[in-house]
């Protein structure tokens, strides 16, 4: 066994090392604590690894990122996303039947109870759709009083809220723009169904074009899974307290909701606009966020991971050229983009801070030309990363190390002080 050596007060401990399957070394200090009474001081875990996991790989400097062992660029824009769902929850890829099962079975049971329903009557109308989306998660074990127990079926749990999660989202679009809601049918994949219940009308036939499903399908993907991020982290850490399913995801949908993770795609739609409102002059903005003084940042640069370009990022880049030139789009913020990247990847600054665009850069545009309301890019990711939530806590609740998670502080506080009575007025 590999080991390292710490030497603290004059006195040698031996650190075991372990070591992934693509050679990644991590101290196991597990019983650090009890051998030397010291913790790691760790603000925002950057370092710290908190399990090990077969789910996904991330070189970041290298710029790789592989679902089970798969480059992410050999699945997205090539498969379906319920196919990268079933490779992302069980582990392989499924046989044409095994797919053609599973995406009936989505289907299936994307129909949410009947009581659910009459929920989205009672949520105000400036309800933001993630705040919708993470009650209506979070309630649905209400419905399945016996989920965890010894005869439950876990597949149907995780075919539930694969298939609930977009008729929840698209449902609650609906309602917040006074249309009937649409359901969903078994000859659509995924992402067409997603994208009739949006969109289509009771009263004529839609045919969802097939230039937007496949869109659809491969921004789904590349957000499936990024390994111990906020949200899976917090999937994870919720799950280690033997919550369900439903409450471990709801509080991942909250995690991804803020603007430093999930929103991050909607500030940079926001950042372009106003860029387009005050004339287009980007270069201006480049020098505002190099500006330590002004508030200002360049949103959809640079990754926590990533010090080599986002590879989600590279994909997005050529899909939006793609499918904005198939479906005849002319988006002026498109332009904005490639300017500030072109200008942000030539300049000194962004080059020595390797300030490189991430996913969030080009993804909110997409959306954009799909149809999908700013405020439901959020959302949108919240669907795909579903099936990559959905893995992380499978894996976590089968761990045989399966610990509640407790991470320690340093105190910095005052010492000890004694309380002296006083009679209050």
């Known amino acids: 066994m590999t080991t390292a050596k710490l030497i603290y007060n004059g006195q040698e401990y031996d650190i075991p090392v372990i070591v992934g399957t693509e050679n990644e070394g991590a101290l196991d200090i597990r019983k650090l604590r009890d051998t030397t009474g010291l913790i790691t001081y760790d603000p925002g875990y950057a370092n710290t ?86 009650a209506m998660v979070s309630s649905i074990s209400s419905f399945y009083p016996h989920i965890g127990g010894e005869n439950d079926n876990m597949d149907q749990h995780i075919q539930r809220l694969i298939g609930q999660v977009k008729t929840i989202a698209a449902f609650s679009y609906r309602k917040s723009v006074g249309l009937p809601y649409i359901y969903p049918r078994t000859d659509h994949s995924y992402s067409a169904n997603f994208l009739r219940m949006m969109f289509a009308s009771p009263a004529e036939e839609y045919v969802v074009p097939k230039v937007m499903e496949n869109a659809l399908d491969m921004l789904l993907i590349l957000h499936m899974d990024h390994e111990q991020n906020c949200s899976t982290s917090t999937v994870r850490m919720v799950a280690s307290s033997m919550s369900n399913i439903y409450a471990s995801v709801s509080a991942g949908i909250n995690a991804l909701w803020g603007r430093l993770h999930g929103g991050a795609n909607e500030a940079v739609l926001n950042m372009l606009q106003r860029i387009a409102d005050d004339g287009s002059d980007y270069k201006k903005y480049v020098e505002l966020a190099k500006r330590k003084d002004d508030p200002f940042k360049l949103m959809g640069f640079g990754h926590r991971v990533y010090k080599n370009f986002d590879p989600r990022s590279k994909i997005l880049k050529k899909a939006v050229d793609d499918v904005l030139t198939e479906m005849g789009i002319q988006d002026p913020l498109l332009d904005i983009a490639k300017n500030l ?30 149809g999908i309301p700013t405020e439901m890019f959020t959302v949108l990711f919240a669907i795909g990363r579903m099936p990559g939530w959905i893995a992380h806590w499978l894996e976590m609740s089968k761990d045989p190390d399966l610990r509640i998670q407790r991470p320690r502080q340093v105190y910095i506080g ?12």
Not at 348 to 355: A, G, N, P, S, V
């Open 414 to 425: 005052e010492n000890l002080r004694h309380y002296e009575k006083t009679i209050y007025p």
């Open 49 to 134: 690894g908190s399990c090990q996991s077969a789910i996904t790989f991330i070189d970041g400097d290298r710029g790789i990122l592989r679902y089970r062992g798969y480059p992410i660029e050999e699945l997205a824009g090539s498969v379906r996303f319920s196919a990268a769902a079933y490779l992302m929850i069980y582990g392989r890829m499924p046989s044409e039947a095994e797919f053609m099962e599973w995406r009936k079975q989505l289907t299936l049971n994307s129909l949410i109870h009947a009581s659910q329903v009459n929920f989205f009557d009672n949520y105000s109308a400036h309800a933001h759709p993630m705040n919708i989306l993470s």
């Open 341 to 370: 990247e072109e200008v942000a990847l030539k300049d000194d600054f962004f080059i020595e801070r390797k300030l490189y665009p991430n996913v969030d850069f080009y993804s909110g545009i997409l959306y954009r030309a799909l």
